[in-house]
């Protein structure tokens, strides 16, 4: 299994944790254990359903990069679903890639001189038959609320992203 798929297995297994954890904050219980689903309490009827990211057909998603050094910041990319950016560990996101003319990421890099500035590499790096291209790179230099296209139209597909420090 690759490093990066490896990461991102590890994320994805965090979810269900980290929203049990978030509900039982909200609704005043302890974290060390979760709710007994079959006790008979008003604790379910306080647990409320939220979003935690986009959904596309097939769900893939093709790229986690975080802020060193800021465990509560990163971005995530899917295939086709633009990019989403927490600040809080996961606990709520926001798509910050919306208004450009491509959703398909292949890969995220976060400046390690600057955590503000974001590299993006369109067109998801998946060889399928459903895969979709994108148009170039770009950058952002406000950590994601502004974009600015910065080149390579033509390259389809852009997988890795290397900073040189």
């Known amino acids: 299994m690759s490093r990066r798929l490896a990461s991102l297995s590890a994320l994805l297994s ?10 039982a904050q909200q609704a ?15 604790i379910a009827k306080r647990l409320r359903w939220r979003s935690v990211g986009p959904a596309n057909n097939a769900g893939r998603i093709s790229v986690v990069a975080g802020v060193p050094g800021n465990r509560d910041v990163y971005y995530v990319a899917g295939a086709n679903g633009g990019i989403i950016k927490t600040t809080n560990g996961g606990i709520t996101f926001k798509p910050i890639f919306d208004k450009q ?16 500035v974001i590299y993006v590499g369109t067109g998801e790096e998946n060889p399928r038959n459903n895969a979709s ?4 790179m770009y950058k952002s230099v406000d950590a994601g609320e502004h974009w600015t296209h910065i080149g390579l139209a033509q390259s ?3 997988a890795r992203i290397e ?3």
């Open 14 to 23: 965090l979810v269900p944790v980290t929203l049990l954890v978030a509900q």
């Open 133 to 136: 291209i994108g148009n170039g």
């Open 101 to 116: 003319p491509v959703a398909s990421i292949g890969a995220i890099a976060v400046a390690p001189s600057d955590p503000n």
């Open 156 to 158: 389809d597909k852009i």
């Open 163 to 165: 900073l040189k420090v």
């Open 28 to 42: 005043g219980r302890a974290t060390a254990s979760p709710p007994d689903p079959n006790a008979s309490s008003d």
